[in-house]
């Protein structure tokens, strides 16, 4: 198969290669003194900082070059307790925590809306007619504070932002509610954006091919050598993962998404809208923020230890070093971030194969429907649903219609329950998390409910939060039909990310101490000369400068 989709765009005759890489371009030696002309801000979804160490080794591409070249905290951390997707997309580019932008959850429950479906998913706007949470109009109105592209454009109208990915709520949350142009994957039909939004050229350009690469079939990828170790079936449930190699009929989008070619798309889409648009090439500092989704498909799938996710890493640090080496040839002036949005946890049936046998699924009991059935039991309060949630853990929420005895019975009933099972760490109160302070000081040295702090929202957080143990996955053994392994935790797998700067010209080092991808927008805010007042941001200015001199000086 054709080494990039890049080079599919190339022989559709309709948008520029991207370049092959074998090693990054050399560096000068003195850090640039006037800021970028362009901000690539990539977010690569469950890019965990045990998946990026891990094969650290074996990178040719355009991760060596950020690992060997660029600034590299390999200890960053999505630092709240709900580590799903849009809580860490929406703090990539804001600074903020989800205490602050209001993205609690990929979805929350609220039960006062006049909507019949009472789960809200991050990205709609619930009050448009005919909707529900699957059937949704995608929107930016529940992020409560500005993106760095917000910021930029109100200080310099001149200011161009561009926000693409694999996923809704990467681009939108990253992008922000006053971006320019945002676009993601919505289907076999390519790259959607809001409703009413016309299709440009270039779009339907990229829809096109894709819709051809589609179309081919994919006989899969070669397995690369650091990948052979990886290569023994597991049975998880109904399904084996473990040896898969992304082979795919022609016309099958659900395998095109589960796969390399995803993220593939999504950057040579970047590099066509870079170069269309003009990005970086005027007087003022553009802004692009790329979601790379494919990662968390694949994890969500097969697991994060398998050839699936071996070779998804392989392909991505070659992608990457093909849309770096683009943008070199150029000539653009431009400063990259990537990091992820949360991390990740391997199937329990792998984990146990390899020296883990306490790796366990979670108990069916703690679902919500299941635990609402046994409180209504306990209580004798029938007849409605008394707890909701979205899941066997995370916030749980008490019917609205309960009076004040009731929801205190069904409380202590559901703590009672929740705390002597064998699978749960802790319960907190909403009344307890919200005494708590704003969490500060080292990620990696605070407590789990201060985590829980960093997540909580008085208006759309639950009346409790349910924390499982480590080593307990979300997904019952009955649901694993669906996904084999996931993430949302409170612990390291899921909280820890990399997060690494390179800009040609910044000498390279390595600091191994905690960081927040809250102190993004803050770093490359200095880096820009835009000023932020630290009150409105949780996050710090990171310095990029090594040894003498400092980025973050004013």
């Known amino acids: 198969m054709l080494k990039n989709v890049a080079a599919a765009l190339l022989l559709a005759g309709s948008l520029p290669a991207l370049a092959q890489t074998e090693a990054p371009p050399a560096v000068a030696a003195a850090a640039p003194a006037t800021p970028p002309r362009l901000i690539v801000a990539i977010a690569v979804d469950q890019f965990s900082a045990d998946l990026f160490s891990e094969y650290r080794q074996y990178y040719s591409g355009g991760l060596r070059r950020l690992t060997e070249q660029g600034i590299v905290f390999p200890r960053g951390y999505q630092s709240h307790a709900a580590t799903e997707t849009c809580p860490g997309h929406s703090t990539i580019l804001t600074g903020s925590r989800p205490s602050r932008t209001g993205i609690i959850a990929n979805s929350w429950f609220d039960l006062g809306t006049a909507r019949a479906d009472k789960l809200v998913y991050c990205a709609e706007d ?14 930016p109105v529940h992020l409560r504070v500005p993106t760095l592209g917000g910021r930029m454009k109100a200080a310099n109208p001149a200011t161009r932002v561009v926000s693409i990915a694999g996923k809704d709520r990467a681009a939108i949350m990253m992008g922000g509610p006053t971006a320019d142009q945002v676009w993601w994957l919505g289907g076999p039909e390519g790259y959607v954006s809001y409703k009413g939004v016309a299709t440009p050229p270039l779009v339907a350009k990229v829809n096109e091919v894709m819709a051809r690469r589609l179309a081919e079939g994919n006989p899969g990828f070669e397995l690369p050598p650091q990948c052979a170790a990886k290569d023994f079936p597991v049975k998880a449930g109904d399904r084996t993962v473990g040896t898969g190699r992304f082979a795919r009929a022609a016309g099958d989008y659900k395998a095109f998404r589960i796969s390399p070619e995803q993220d593939a798309m999504t950057l040579a889409f970047a590099a066509a809208a870079i170069e269309s648009m003009a990005l970086g090439k005027q007087a003022q500092t553009d802004i692009i923020s790329i979601g790379l989704s494919a990662t968390d498909y694949i994890g ?26 683009r943008l070199d040839k150029d000539g653009i002036d431009y400063a990259v971030v990537l990091t992820a949005d949360h991390g990740g946890h391997d199937l329990p049936e792998r984990h146990r194969l390899n020296a883990m046998p306490m790796e366990q699924r979670v108990d069916k009991a703690l679902t919500p429907k299941a635990l609402s059935a046994a409180i209504a039991e306990k209580t004798g309060i029938t007849g409605r649903t008394l707890i909701w949630g979205d899941g066997p853990a995370g916030d749980l929420y008490f019917d609205r219609g309960l009076t004040a005895a009731q929801r ?11 705390r002597v099972h064998p699978q749960v760490q802790t319960v907190f109160t909403k009344a307890e998390i919200a005494a708590t ?8 040295s605070w407590s789990l409910i201060q985590e829980a702090r960093a997540s909580f929202d008085p208006q759309r957080s639950g009346d409790l939060l349910l924390l499982l143990k480590p080593r307990v996955m979300s997904i019952p053994e009955a649901a694993v039909m669906g996904s084999v392994a996931t ?5 390291d797998t899921d909280r820890r990310v990399p997060i690494l700067f390179w800009r040609k010209g910044l000498p390279h080092f390595e600091q191994p101490l905690g960081v927040e991808t809250v102190d993004i927008l803050p ?32």
């Open 300 to 325: 969500h799938t097969y697991g994060t230890e398998g050839t699936e996710s071996c070779i998804q890493v392989d392909r991505l640090d070659r992608e990457l070093g093909a849309f770096f080496d």
């Open 126 to 139: 619930e009050t448009q007619p005919g909707t529900d949470s699957e059937h949704y109009q995608a929107s």
């Open 437 to 444: 302070p704003a969490p500060s000081g080292p990620p990696e």
């Open 523 to 554: 770093t490359l805010a200095a880096l820009i000369k835009l000023p932020v007042a630290k009150d409105q941001i949780d996050g710090r200015c990171l310095d990029l400068i090594a040894g003498d001199g400092d980025s973050c000086a004013e």
């Open 408 to 418: 205190a019975r069904v409380e202590a009933a559901t703590l009672a329950l929740l």
């Open 487 to 491: 993430h949302g935790s409170p612990w």
